[in-house]
C-alpha cells in the first residue's frame, strides 16, 4: 500500500523560504504523478500544484515564480521548494495521488 509523508514545514518571516519533502513509501518502482495542496485557516483545500511522471511540472498562478516541484528518483520523494513567502502562503500542505492516497500535512506558518 502506497503511503505520504510529508516534512519540512515550520514557522517563518514573510520573504523566507522553505523546502517541503514528500517521500513515497510502499513503492519504489513507480514514478507516481504527485500533486501537493494546501488548506489555509478556515478555508477549503486547493491546488498548489503537480509533477508528472516525467519530471514534467506545473504550479498554479499563485505560485508561479516563487515555487518549485521537483522529484528525487532515488529518494523515492517529491520536493515543494517555496520562496519569498507570503502571509497568505500559511496553511497545511499535503501531498497526493490522484485515487491512491494522500499524507496527513504539514504546517507552514508565514508571520512576522
Do not use: H
Not at 510502499?26 to 478555508?43: A, V
Not at 506545473?58 to 516541484?69: C, K, P, T
Not at 507570503?86 to 500542505?93: L, Q
Amino acid at each position: 500500500q502506497v503511503q505520504l509523508v510529508e516534512s519540512g514545514g515550520d514557522s517563518v518571516q514573510p520573504g523566507g523560504s522553505l523546502r517541503l519533502s514528500c517521500v513515497v513509501t510502499g513503492d519504489s518502482d513507480t514514478l507516481y504523478f504527485i500533486s501537493w495542496y494546501r488548506q489555509p485557516p478556515g478555508k477549503e483545500r486547493e491546488l498548489v500544484g503537480s509533477i508528472d511522471n516525467f519530471g514534467g511540472t506545473d504550479l498554479v498562478e499563485s505560485a508561479q515564480g516563487r515555487f518549485l516541484i521537483s522529484r528525487d528518483r532515488v529518494k523515492n520523494t517529491v520536493y515543494l521548494q517555496m520562496n519569498n513567502l507570503k502571509p497568505e502562503d500559511t496553511a497545511r500542505y499535503y501531498c497526493m495521488i490522484p485515487n491512491e492516497a494522500w499524507g496527513r500535512g504539514t504546517q507552514v506558518t508565514v508571520s512576522s
